[in-house]
């Protein structure tokens, strides 16, 4: 019988490991500066025409195609020491079964994801400051970039990530912002289940080698793969599908449908769990290095 405590024993045990881990403190600071980086120069327009701006820019963090292997990066570095063994293991294993443990490691990815996603988000917002304002809609400033590229060349701004027309006349700023979130979370779950489910079927490093290989092909699919195999690519790149870019919102068929890329990313995350969780508990425990 599956125990729920002890499971979410087990994940809050990862998370409170987090203070203690430099990694986890690296990783922040790569993300506020990046995001430092992408957005920054959206309120320096804001402030150039004295007109806040709304914060509702995640949407766009994922529409430059040099981001989806700095994204693939930076999560892979999340949950590089999967399945997250360390000398404190063997005593959590004689209170708890092998599958509670394996499960509890696997719900602390899919937090732990949800937190690498939100405080993406969150800081995304705070590099607008102090020139952001909360408002229901995207908000002039957002719209004239959108739909008004000549305006940057006018205060000499360069902007770093696409600001595109379509989301903005497609979605409201808050289906867009669920949307964008949901992706972003879900792909990220889907690399770290990748990562936990390959170093504990196969061993150590072979899941930090199959997130790299998905890492690169988001990249290759968006230049060479696009022109050598059309965009049939991808159908098999799931970081792609964390932009709204990338996803076939007007029913074309040109690109992945947001019902495939949830319907791939849900089956692929579940099957890898299964498979992680039974080959776990059939293997003798090997505990190796602790985290850091």
Known sequence: MIEVKTIW?????NFKKWIVTPRIYSLAIVVFAFSLWMF???SDYAAAVNTSVSPWVFPYLM??????????????LLFCDAPFMDSHTPYLMIRMSKRDWAIGQLLYIVLAAFVYTAFFMV????????????SSD????????????????KYGITPFVEIGAPVITLFSASSAMLISFGMFWLVSIFIGVLIFCFQVVIGRLSGLIAAGIFTFISYFS?????????RIIYYVSPLNWSSMFYLDWGGTGQLPSPVYAVSVLVIAILFMSVVSVIVFCRRDMNIQEGRS
């Open 63 to 76: 529409s430059v195609p040099v981001l989806f292997p700095i994204f693939g990066c930076l999560t892979t």
């Open 123 to 134: 800081m995304s917002m705070l590099v607008l400051i102090p020139h952001v304002q909360f």
């Open 138 to 153: 995207w908000g002039a400033v957002l719209k004239t970039i959108a739909f008004n590229r000549n305006s940057l060349n």
């Open 222 to 230: 968006v230049y060479v793969g696009k022109m050598a195999y059309g």
């Open 9 to 13: 024993l087990c994940a809050q045990l």
């Open 40 to 42: 920054s120069w959206i």
